[in-house]
């Protein structure tokens, strides 16, 4: 019910982007999130958008470099990833949860019901 789409490579400082294309019970209602995982080392979460699109929330080691947005006519959320570091390599990969609790709540990635399948990010120094 989710298709994470558009990693590559790229070297540091450049940039790119990544789509999250939702159907079903996810294209409707659901907060959804991008969380990375890169080789030997635990997933992690990396930023959170509401349904509404009115509220986000981002990981410090991305704030300011990434940006979450979202098209509900398209059922689409996307990560716009600038300044990237050779640290920001990982499989990237996209989840939707319902809507409750606070914000700070959301970097929690066991309350995410679906998953996409993940995407490939590496950047080269």
């Known amino acids: 019910q989710l298709q994470a789409s558009g990693g590559g490579s790229v070297q540091a400082g450049g940039s790119l982007g990544l789509s999250c294309a939702a159907s079903?019970?996810?294209?409707?209602?659901?907060?959804t999130g991008w969380f990375r995982q890169a080789p030997g080392k635990e997933r992690e979460f990396v930023a959170t958008i509401t349904w509404s699109g009115g509220s986000t929330y981002y990981a410090v080691s991305v704030k300011g470099r990434f940006t979450i947005s979202r098209d509900n006519a398209k059922n689409t959320v996307y990560l716009q990833m600038n300044s990237l570091k050779p640290e920001d390599t990982a499989v990237y990969y996209c989840a939707a949860t319902p809507i409750y609790g606070n914000l700070y709540s959301y970097a929690d990635m066991t309350r995410y019901d679906f998953w996409g399948q993940g995407t490939q990010v590496t950047v080269s120094s």
């Open positions: 079903g019970r996810t294209s409707y209602g659901y907060a």
